[in-house]
Protein backbone atom coordinates (compact mmCIF):
# COMPACT_ATOMS: atom_id res chain seq x y z
CA UNK A 1 0.00 0.00 0.00
CA UNK A 2 1.06 3.31 -0.61
CA UNK A 3 3.61 4.95 2.55
CA UNK A 4 3.28 8.61 3.71
CA UNK A 5 4.06 11.24 0.95
CA UNK A 6 5.12 14.52 1.15
CA UNK A 7 5.50 17.05 -1.70
CA UNK A 8 7.63 19.06 -2.74
CA UNK A 9 10.41 16.67 -2.69
CA UNK A 10 13.21 19.89 -3.01
CA UNK A 11 12.17 23.82 -2.46
CA UNK A 12 14.86 26.07 -2.82
CA UNK A 13 13.25 29.50 -2.00
CA UNK A 14 14.74 33.12 -1.60
CA UNK A 15 14.89 34.52 2.20
CA UNK A 16 11.65 36.58 3.16
CA UNK A 17 9.44 34.62 1.13
CA UNK A 18 6.42 31.85 2.56
CA UNK A 19 6.48 27.99 1.81
CA UNK A 20 4.05 25.38 2.59
CA UNK A 21 5.07 21.89 2.31
CA UNK A 22 2.61 19.06 2.48
CA UNK A 23 2.17 15.58 3.94
CA UNK A 24 -0.24 13.09 2.53
CA UNK A 25 -0.16 10.05 5.47
CA UNK A 26 -0.85 6.32 5.09
CA UNK A 27 -4.70 6.10 5.04
CA UNK A 28 -6.49 5.46 8.51
CA UNK A 29 -3.67 6.47 10.51
CA UNK A 30 -4.72 9.02 12.93
CA UNK A 31 -1.95 10.81 13.97
CA UNK A 32 0.47 13.37 12.43
CA UNK A 33 3.62 14.31 13.14
CA UNK A 34 6.37 16.97 11.72
CA UNK A 35 9.71 16.86 12.03
CA UNK A 36 13.22 19.06 11.24
CA UNK A 37 16.55 17.51 9.97
CA UNK A 38 19.58 20.06 10.01
CA UNK A 39 22.31 18.96 8.18
CA UNK A 40 24.50 17.22 10.86
CA UNK A 41 21.68 17.46 13.40
CA UNK A 42 19.05 14.30 15.27
CA UNK A 43 14.97 14.75 14.04
CA UNK A 44 13.59 17.47 15.87
CA UNK A 45 10.44 17.57 17.25
CA UNK A 46 8.14 20.52 15.72
CA UNK A 47 4.08 19.29 16.08
CA UNK A 48 2.00 16.66 16.55
CA UNK A 49 -2.01 16.08 15.30
CA UNK A 50 -4.04 13.21 17.12
CA UNK A 51 -6.95 13.23 15.89
CA UNK A 52 -9.75 15.70 16.52
CA UNK A 53 -7.62 16.97 19.89
CA UNK A 54 -5.96 20.02 19.58
CA UNK A 55 -2.61 19.91 18.20
CA UNK A 56 0.89 19.68 20.29
CA UNK A 57 2.65 22.67 19.13
CA UNK A 58 5.49 22.56 21.65
CA UNK A 59 8.23 22.06 19.20
CA UNK A 60 7.19 25.26 16.78
CA UNK A 61 10.66 26.99 17.21
CA UNK A 62 8.87 30.27 16.02
CA UNK A 63 5.81 31.87 15.51
CA UNK A 64 6.76 32.02 11.77
CA UNK A 65 5.91 28.19 11.80
CA UNK A 66 2.48 27.02 11.71
CA UNK A 67 0.77 23.74 10.58
CA UNK A 68 -2.73 22.48 9.97
CA UNK A 69 -4.81 19.23 9.14
CA UNK A 70 -7.76 19.41 7.26
CA UNK A 71 -10.44 16.76 8.05
CA UNK A 72 -8.04 14.46 9.60
CA UNK A 73 -5.79 13.28 7.01
CA UNK A 74 -3.67 16.23 4.64
CA UNK A 75 -1.48 18.19 7.15
CA UNK A 76 0.51 21.28 5.67
CA UNK A 77 3.45 23.30 7.53
CA UNK A 78 3.46 26.65 6.40
CA UNK A 79 6.78 29.09 7.02
CA UNK A 80 6.32 32.89 6.71
CA UNK A 81 9.37 35.12 5.64
CA UNK A 82 12.13 32.53 5.52
CA UNK A 83 15.45 33.07 6.91
CA UNK A 84 18.56 31.04 5.89
CA UNK A 85 18.65 28.74 9.03
CA UNK A 86 14.93 27.32 7.93
CA UNK A 87 17.11 25.37 5.22
CA UNK A 88 16.76 21.53 6.08
CA UNK A 89 14.82 18.69 5.51
CA UNK A 90 11.24 18.41 7.18
CA UNK A 91 9.98 15.17 7.59
CA UNK A 92 6.42 13.86 8.16
CA UNK A 93 5.42 10.67 10.12
CA UNK A 94 2.02 9.27 10.96
CA UNK A 95 0.78 6.45 12.87
CA UNK A 96 -1.78 3.81 13.17
CA UNK A 97 -3.89 4.01 16.18
CA UNK A 98 -2.99 0.57 16.91
CA UNK A 99 0.62 -0.27 15.15
CA UNK A 100 1.68 -4.05 13.93
CA UNK A 101 4.83 -3.43 16.08
CA UNK A 102 3.19 -2.23 19.30
CA UNK A 103 2.21 1.42 20.80
CA UNK A 104 3.14 4.31 18.27
CA UNK A 105 5.10 3.02 15.44
CA UNK A 106 5.71 6.20 13.14
CA UNK A 107 5.88 5.70 9.47
CA UNK A 108 7.73 8.78 8.22
CA UNK A 109 7.79 10.24 4.16
CA UNK A 110 10.80 10.60 2.17
CA UNK A 111 10.72 14.36 3.40
CA UNK A 112 10.94 17.96 2.02
CA UNK A 113 14.30 19.35 1.49
CA UNK A 114 14.38 22.94 2.08
CA UNK A 115 16.77 25.52 0.75
CA UNK A 116 16.83 29.40 1.95
CA UNK A 117 18.92 31.45 -0.05
CA UNK B 1 15.31 16.99 30.71
CA UNK B 2 14.78 13.93 28.36
CA UNK B 3 17.35 13.56 26.55
CA UNK B 4 19.45 10.77 24.27
CA UNK B 5 22.84 10.20 23.06
CA UNK B 6 24.46 7.86 20.22
CA UNK B 7 27.40 6.63 19.91
CA UNK B 8 29.68 6.71 18.50
CA UNK B 9 29.02 9.25 15.58
CA UNK B 10 30.37 7.49 12.68
CA UNK B 11 31.45 3.32 12.24
CA UNK B 12 33.48 1.90 9.75
CA UNK B 13 33.19 -2.06 9.60
CA UNK B 14 34.94 -4.49 7.34
CA UNK B 15 32.09 -7.06 5.89
CA UNK B 16 31.99 -9.55 8.30
CA UNK B 17 33.15 -7.19 11.12
CA UNK B 18 30.63 -7.71 14.03
CA UNK B 19 29.92 -4.55 16.78
CA UNK B 20 27.46 -2.73 18.59
CA UNK B 21 25.63 1.13 18.33
CA UNK B 22 24.92 2.72 21.70
CA UNK B 23 22.25 4.73 23.08
CA UNK B 24 21.90 6.21 26.08
CA UNK B 25 18.81 7.95 27.28
CA UNK B 26 17.91 9.78 30.46
CA UNK B 27 14.05 10.12 30.09
CA UNK B 28 10.66 10.90 32.28
CA UNK B 29 8.09 7.73 31.94
CA UNK B 30 9.33 5.36 29.11
CA UNK B 31 6.67 4.77 26.35
CA UNK B 32 9.16 2.97 24.34
CA UNK B 33 12.81 3.29 22.33
CA UNK B 34 12.72 3.02 18.51
CA UNK B 35 15.07 2.06 16.45
CA UNK B 36 14.81 3.92 12.83
CA UNK B 37 17.34 2.92 9.94
CA UNK B 38 17.73 6.43 7.51
CA UNK B 39 19.13 5.97 4.14
CA UNK B 40 20.56 9.01 2.38
CA UNK B 41 17.97 11.14 0.59
CA UNK B 42 15.28 9.20 2.67
CA UNK B 43 12.66 9.19 5.62
CA UNK B 44 13.52 6.98 8.66
CA UNK B 45 12.45 3.55 8.36
CA UNK B 46 11.47 1.72 11.46
CA UNK B 47 13.30 -1.40 12.93
CA UNK B 48 12.51 -2.12 16.39
CA UNK B 49 10.51 -0.94 19.26
CA UNK B 50 12.14 -2.25 23.22
CA UNK B 51 9.72 -1.44 26.09
CA UNK B 52 11.34 -2.54 29.07
CA UNK B 53 14.62 -3.59 30.11
CA UNK B 54 15.72 -7.30 29.65
CA UNK B 55 13.80 -7.11 26.43
CA UNK B 56 15.68 -7.70 23.18
CA UNK B 57 14.30 -7.95 19.98
CA UNK B 58 16.45 -9.60 16.35
CA UNK B 59 15.91 -8.87 12.39
CA UNK B 60 18.26 -10.34 10.32
CA UNK B 61 21.58 -9.18 11.35
CA UNK B 62 20.64 -6.71 13.66
CA UNK B 63 19.54 -7.12 17.29
CA UNK B 64 17.97 -4.35 19.68
CA UNK B 65 18.32 -4.99 23.67
CA UNK B 66 17.40 -2.31 26.32
CA UNK B 67 18.77 -1.62 29.89
CA UNK B 68 17.19 1.16 32.67
CA UNK B 69 20.05 3.40 31.09
CA UNK B 70 20.80 2.11 27.29
CA UNK B 71 20.07 0.28 24.72
CA UNK B 72 22.59 -1.42 22.09
CA UNK B 73 22.25 -1.85 18.50
CA UNK B 74 24.25 -5.06 17.38
CA UNK B 75 25.32 -5.85 14.11
CA UNK B 76 26.13 -9.45 12.95
CA UNK B 77 28.59 -10.11 10.38
CA UNK B 78 27.10 -6.81 8.55
CA UNK B 79 27.22 -6.37 4.31
CA UNK B 80 27.85 -3.50 2.56
CA UNK B 81 23.76 -2.74 2.50
CA UNK B 82 23.99 -2.65 6.05
CA UNK B 83 25.28 0.90 5.96
CA UNK B 84 23.54 3.64 6.81
CA UNK B 85 22.54 5.69 9.71
CA UNK B 86 20.55 4.32 12.67
CA UNK B 87 18.57 6.77 14.67
CA UNK B 88 17.30 5.94 17.87
CA UNK B 89 14.47 7.74 20.11
CA UNK B 90 12.59 7.61 23.40
CA UNK B 91 9.23 8.00 23.75
CA UNK B 92 8.09 10.00 27.20
CA UNK B 93 5.35 10.11 29.24
CA UNK B 94 4.40 13.45 27.55
CA UNK B 95 3.97 11.53 24.09
CA UNK B 96 6.66 12.97 22.03
CA UNK B 97 10.06 10.98 20.58
CA UNK B 98 13.33 12.48 21.27
CA UNK B 99 15.97 11.10 18.69
CA UNK B 100 19.83 10.61 19.22
CA UNK B 101 21.86 12.53 16.49
CA UNK B 102 22.59 9.46 14.70
CA UNK B 103 25.06 6.73 14.28
CA UNK B 104 26.48 6.78 10.89
CA UNK B 105 27.45 2.83 9.68
CA UNK B 106 29.97 2.41 6.55
CA UNK B 107 30.89 -1.25 5.79
CA UNK B 108 33.36 -1.77 3.67
CA UNK B 109 33.47 -4.99 1.26
Known amino acids: GAGVSQSPSNKVTEKGKDVELRCDPI?????LYWYRQSLGQGLEFLIYFQGNSAPDKSGLPSDRFSAERTGGSVSTLTIQRTQQEDSAVYLC???????????????FGPGTRLTVL | EDQVTQSPEALRLQEGESSSLNCSYT??????LFWYRQDPGKGPEFLFT???AGEEKEKERLKATLTKKESFLHITAPKPEDSATYLCAVRSNTGKLIFGQGTTLQVKP
Open chain 2, 27 to 32: VSGLRG
Open chain 2, 50 to 52: LYS
Open chain 1, 27 to 31: SGHTA
Open chain 1, 93 to 107: ASTHPRGLAGDNEQF
